[in-house]
């Protein structure tokens, strides 16, 4: 077995190696694929380097929009924000920007608006749509227009030790970006039960006065740069300019197969001049109460933010707090039993915070300052992100809490002559020859951390480098050091990815060694065709990971709203196929059929089990 798996990827090699011997002549794509799929898309857009780095939310959200991008021409300030692509103030300039000279027609000219750059404008291309009936100069007419999506998903493994299924759905319909509503559920592998255990719904409406919207159901909150509240995971990453802040989008519908990390009650935000003010309230135990738990614990969480916002700036304040269990706040009213020594009976948690945005000569200032009154802690954030120079972009950020002392320094960097890329052209269809990000976060811990007996430290280093060898084959290179007291005291990661986009064809070799424990090696061969009305992907893989302590990701290719991102460990391999096929405008199919084999011992692996996967996603636009 392990003669013929090795034959067959040397067959594999040689096709790759053909691959660039044959490049396709004459073919186009669309205008931003480049062939390295929706990941890349999302990774770029936040600033993540790697897809360990993004949270499934996140990249179920904006895989989401990819597949249905937002108009930013029609698009009201209140659904601009909520869509978690722009500030306040990139939205307050895109729509003082429309009111003065018309529609945006290309992305060249979003480029151009006060607030984005050429760098954010491409990352934000695959997003957004500029669709317009207007001429030059003048904006859109708002036509009626219905969305009525279905979603259906199936799952199945097989292991020699069980079988296992998993099955989810999604519905939306949506009016304009006036209404809209939207309902999940969700089996996964580990459910004991037949049904649905995971799920998400919510009903929003859009005004386009004083009104911003109303959301009833769940909903996520993101206010600030996360110190006081921000629902979902916060990408701790510092890898690119762009992941040095956080780009608060208020409250937004949660529409996830899970649910999970979000609020579900009713919010609202109310638009007054140049001021939003945004209020909710979070019930806690009602999800579970939903679900059929009688002895779920009912709490209130109201939240309040009061933000201003202009063309170049914004500043808001937010406050909340959390109630105990309501049975016990009223059993407690009057008695003056208190949850927390310095909060008031009935209440076990609150906070207040502040934070600022602004631009001012092309330098992105930030920062926040919260106080958590449960134990009168407080915690800060502050940083800046700056052109030093015309292929030199760079960021700094310092912050503070009461268990880490923190400071992170990072840029970009370009140089050589521009490629043109091969089958692609418009906007961004040339790149610079050398590019790359690099970045330096060093931490320091009061207390004992990382096995220390002392104070815990910690410095991370990363350094990104792409070098497009010609228009169609790029070599990138990722180095990462992790240092720290006390036990495992140096992690180093070396990624090595040689690729090859040429028209409707791509493919990849990857080669990454990880050293903590001992040296963990992984490698894959890639190979895809992506014509107009499909696409096929293959990948076969080999690793040799013989401490968990080694482990090294790779993220997997897979249907929109499947984030996959396996932990390989041990010694094996594996291999999968994609596929994707368009039948019509209003129906789509996705296959992904996966293996993982364990053909050698490792003598310090635990005993892993192999196993095999299909999963197929059906999308309809009823």
Not at 268 to 286: P, Q, W
Request: hydrophobic letters at 40%; proline letters at 3%.
């Amino acid at each position: 077995m392990k003669r013929s798996f090795l034959t067959a990827c040397f067959i594999a090699v040689l096709a790759v190696a053909d691959f660039f011997q044959c490049r396709a002549a004459g073919l186009q794509v669309t205008e931003h694929d480049n062939g390295d799929g929706d990941v890349e898309a999302v990774m770029r857009l936040l600033g993540a380097d790697t897809p360990e780095a993004v949270d499934s939310y996140d990249m179920e959200r904006f895989t989401e929009l990819l597949q249905n991008p937002v108009e930013i021409n029609v698009a009201t300030g209140s659904r601009l924000v909520a869509s978690g692509l722009f500030t306040q103030y990139q939205v307050a300039s895109l729509l003082d920007y429309r009111s003065r000279t018309g529609d945006i027609l290309s992305y060249a000219e979003l480029a151009g608006v006060d607030g984005f750059s050429q760098e954010r404008a491409l990352a934000l291309a695959p997003f957004v749509s500029l669709v317009s009936d207007a001429l030059p100069g003048r904006t859109a007419t708002k036509t009626t227009k219905v969305r009525n999506d279905l979603m259906l998903r199936t799952n199945l493994r097989k292991s020699d030790r069980e079988t296992e299924y998993a099955y989810g759905l999604k519905y939306r319909f949506g009016v304009n970006d006036r209404f809209e509503f939207g309902l999940s559920a969700n089996r996964p592998y580990a459910c004991e039960e037949a049904y649905p255990s995971e799920g998400s719904f919510h009903a929003v409406y859009y005004g386009r006065k004083t009104l911003g919207k109303l959301v009833v159901g769940d909903f996520n909150l993101r206010y600030g740069q996360g110190l006081s509240l921000w629902n979902g995971f916060r990408m701790s990453s510092l890898s690119s300019p762009e992941s040095f802040y956080l780009r608060p989008s208020g409250i937004s519908p949660c529409w996830s197969y899970s649910g999970e990390g979000s609020q579900r009650g009713i919010a609202a935000d109310f638009n007054i001049g140049r001021f939003v003010v945004s209020s909710s309230v979070g019930v806690g135990g009602l999800r579970e109460l939903m679900r059929g738990d009688k002895s779920a614990f009912i709490s209130l969480m109201p939240v309040l933010n009061a933000a201003w916002y202009g063309e170049n700036a914004q500043i808001s304040l937010t406050g909340h707090m959390k109630t105990s269990d309501v049975e016990e706040w009223g059993r407690n009213a009057g008695t003056g039993v208190t949850s927390a020594a310095s909060l008031p009976s009935g209440v076990s948690g609150a906070g207040v915070s502040a934070d600022f945005r602004w631009c001012i000569s092309g330098v992105d200032l930030f920062g926040e300052t919260a106080l958590d009154m449960a134990d009168m802690s407080v915690a800060a954030v502050a940083g800046t992100v700056f052109d030093a120079a015309e292929d030199l972009a760079l960021a700094f950020r310092a912050s503070y809490s009461a268990d880490q002392y923190s400071f992170a320094a990072g840029g970009r960097f370009y140089g050589g002559k521009m490629t043109q890329l091969s089958g692609m052209s418009g906007f961004g269809s040339s790149v610079r020859r050398h590019s790359g990000t690099f970045s330096a976060d060093a931490s320091y811990y009061p207390e004992p951390k990382y096995g220390s007996d002392g104070p815990g430290m910690q410095l991370k280093l990363l350094l990104n480098y792409t070098i497009q060898i010609s228009p169609s084959v790029a070599l990138a290179a990722r180095l990462s050091e992790r240092l720290r007291n006390g036990t495992e005291k140096n992690r180093t990661d070396l990624r090595l990815d040689l690729k090859y986009a040429s028209g409707d064809w791509m493919a990849q070799i990857r080669v990454n060694g990880l050293y903590n424990k001992s040296l963990g090696l992984l490698g894959y061969l890639e190979g895809g065709w992506k014509p107009d009305r499909m696409s096929v992907y293959f990948r076969v893989g080999l690793f040799r990971i013989d401490n968990w302590q080694d482990r090294i990701y790779a993220y997997e290719r897979d249907a929109p709203g499947n984030f996959n991102v396996p932990a390989y460990y041990g010694r094996g391999c594996w291999g999968a196929v994609t596929l994707a096929l368009k039948v019509s405008g209003r129906f789509k199919a996705y296959l992904r059929m996966s293996t993982i084999q364990y053909p050698w011992e490792s003598p310090t692996a635990s005993e892993r089990t192999p196993k095999s996967e299909c999963r197929v996603l059906l999308s309809f636009a009823l």
